[in-house]
């Protein structure tokens, strides 16, 4: 299993262009999480989706959109890129153990808007 | 919402010393609380977790502790060596991990040799 992959592992935008991070997972898991790490901080939930078709909005969703056709992709869309969203942006996905869902991290993508 | 509180921010020890990071949060419904650890430039790796019907948990070098009645929880890492310099999240969460989790800002913890 390559476990959670994520594409790009860099990107730089302009302001006001759009992009898509590419999130896959192998292991047939139902839950996916965005994630996005600013500098020295911890990190903000973004979206989260508990299955193919349903999405649900985390703590800092504004500025972005995702879907979720099937199980293994979850892509993040950005669309006109400010500054403010300059950060690594993390997926992940879930396997349940024990009645917890341990969350496992994808590489991350590095996202810089200039 | 929920909100984690994580401290301190910078923490050095001596190696073969004990280090402690502690937590607290705010929502009581909040029910598994995992740690995880980040080296610079990687992604952020589960090293222990606990659910609130457990007090401590441990697995080697490496115990948590939670007090639901005072919302806080601690990891204690024994013997420190070189390669426990990282960066250490809390975290916790309502619905087991299964609805995201809410992080700490983390603890830059330096083991000096």
């Known amino acids: 299993n390559a476990g959670v992959t994520q594409t790009p592992k860099f990107r730089i935008l302009k302001i006001g262009q759009s992009m898509t991070l590419q999130c896959t997972q192998d292991m047939n898991h139902n839950y996916m999480y965005w994630y996005r790490q600013d500098p020295g901080m911890g990190l903000k939930l973004i979206y989260y989706s508990v299955g193919a078709g349903i999405t649900d909005k985390g703590e800092v969703p504004n500025g972005y959109n995702v879907s979720r056709s099937t199980t293994e992709d979850f892509p993040l869309r950005l669309e006109l890129a400010a500054p403010s969203q300059t950060s690594v942006y993390f997926c992940a996905s879930t396997v349940t153990r024990g009645g917890a869902a341990e969350q496992y991290f994808g590489p991350g993508t590095r996202l810089t808007v200039t | 919402g929920e909100n984690v509180e994580q401290h301190p921010s910078t923490l050095s020890v001596q190696e073969g010393d004990s280090a402690v990071i502690k937590c607290t949060y705010s929502?009581?419904?909040?029910?598994?609380f995992p740690w995880y650890k980040q080296e610079l430039g990687k992604r952020p790796q589960l090293i222990i977790d606990i659910r609130s019907n457990v007090g401590e948990k441990k697995d080697q070098r490496i115990a948590v502790t939670l007090n639901k009645t005072a919302k806080h929880f601690s990891l204690h890492i024994t013997e420190t060596q070189p390669e426990d310099s990282a960066v250490y999240f809390c975290a916790a969460s309502e619905g087991g991990g299964a609805d995201g989790l809410t992080f700490g800002k983390g603890t830059h913890l330096i083991i000096q040799p």
């Open positions: 929502d009581s419904a909040s029910n598994y």
